[in-house]
Nanobody, 118 residues
Framework: QVQLGESGGGLVQAGGSLRLSCAAS????????MGWYRQAPGKQRELVAT???????NYGNSVKGRFTIFRDNAKNTVSLQMTTLKPEDTAVYYC????????????WGQGTQVTVSS
């Protein structure tokens, strides 16, 4: 099994920056892509960003140009640098990993809260 642990969430003012980090442990050989999703109260979970082992990235439309995802394959970590934060970015942010065998996003962290004040 794979375990994902997030860190770096907190309270920040609008216009500020924050960096989230996620470390994978366990059966890390099962992991292909990694990414970040978020969910605000009363809303559906949405894609923030994903990144492949080769470094190809994909971003949700609402964060393009403001957020950057990167990973360290040797350390089995993925990070999300968030800039120009807005109150609508407030959500629980979840780290996720893609199972190369099942071709599904099988692995999820417990989430870290990001709150952006106005």
């Amino acid at each position: 099994q794979v375990q994902l642990g997030e860190s770096g969430g907190g309270l920040v003012q609008a216009g500020g920056s924050l960096r989230l980090s996620c470390a994978a442990s366990g059966s890390i050989f099962n992991i292909d892509g990694m990414g970040w999703y978020r969910q605000a109260p009363g809303k559906q979970r949405e894609l923030v960003a994903t990144i492949t082992i080769g470094g190809s990235t994909n971003y949700g439309n609402s964060v393009k140009g403001r957020f950057t995802i990167f990973r360290d394959n040797a350390k089995n970590t993925v990070s999300l640098q968030m800039t120009t934060l807005k109150p609508e970015d407030t959500a629980v942010y979840y780290c996720a990993a893609y199972n190369r065998h099942t071709l599904r996003w099988d692995y999820w962290g417990q989430g870290t809260q990001v709150t952006v004040s106005s």
